[in-house]
T-cell receptor, first 113, second 113 residues
Framework: SQELEQSPQSLIVQEGKNLTINCTSSKTLYGLYWYKQKYGEGLIFLMMLQKGGEEKSHEKITAKLDEKKQQSSLHITASQPSHAGIYLCGALHGSSNTGKLIFGQGTTLQVKP | NAGVTQTPKFQVLKTGQSMTLQCAQDMNHEYMSWYRQDPGMGLRLIHYSVGAGITDQGEVPNGYNVSRSTTEDFPLRLLSAAPSQTSVYFC????????????FGNGTRLTVT
């Protein structure tokens, strides 16, 4: 969706390197979700951010929400081949129960051993 | 719990044929939705439902119909398939949008020739 832009669209990193994926919204964010997808499979929920300045971590993945900038970033520390896949951000642009969860176009990550 | 179950996993249709993609969840989730995933375009919302008897259009509803007669089921109907509907379709559900994450099915890969 053009309402939600992810950058970069694709990324190739060497194992052990850090990386950041950005998700920028053209509208006010009421919630921001990060998902990971392996090729040919469904989406796996990573994290949900709802408040400006909120930061969450799971293992080596950290996500932050900058509400004023209408932007979220996903940072992976010391990347591993298991981190490879497609990362998608999803956003609520209406109030919490409008039902329209919109996704960005995804960022494809390859990690070279 | 089975979670979100989609059937079939693969389907090939000829232009003009009709079919229904099935989606069922056993988590008593109020919210259900259908997305299509195309290369470079991420997930695009087709239709969604915030409860039994209630449906609404997403970003790309044309060519698709839905109904929600029960909490558990949310079928997606293609009345007259077109090659532009070749895609991977995902069904998702959640307790309530904005308060929890979406649970995704494993997808249906549809090819229209």
């Amino acid at each position: 969706s053009q309402e939600l832009e992810q950058s970069p669209q694709s990324l190739i990193v060497q194992e052990g390197k850090n990386l950041t994926i950005n998700c920028t919204s053209s509208k006010t964010l009421y919630g921001l979700y990060w998902y990971k997808q392996k090729y040919g499979e469904g989406l796996i929920f990573l994290m949900m951010l709802q408040k400006g300045g909120e930061e969450k971590s799971h293992e080596k993945i950290t996500a932050k929400l900058d509400e004023k900038k209408q932007q979220s970033s996903l940072h992976i520390t010391a990347s591993q081949p298991s981190h490879a896949g497609i990362y998608l951000c999803g956003a609520l642009h209406g109030s919490s129960n409008t039902g329209k969860l919109i996704f960005g176009q995804g960022t494809t990550l390859q990690v070279k051993p | 719990n089975a979670g979100v179950t989609q059937t079939p996993k693969f389907q090939v249709l000829k232009t003009g044929q009709s079919m229904t993609l099935q989606c069922a969840q056993d988590m008593n989730h109020e919210y259900m939705s259908w997305y299509r995933q195309d290369p470079g375009m991420g997930l695009r919302l087709i239709h969604y439902s915030v409860g039994a008897g209630i449906t609404d259009q997403g970003e790309v509803p044309n060519g698709y119909n839905v109904s929600r007669s029960t909490t558990e089921d949310f079928p997606l109907r293609l009345l007259s398939a077109a090659p532009s509907q070749t895609s991977v379709y995902f069904c998702a559900s959640s307790y309530g949008v904005g308060v929890s994450s979406l649970h995704f099915g494993n997808g249906t890969r549809l090819t229209v020739t």
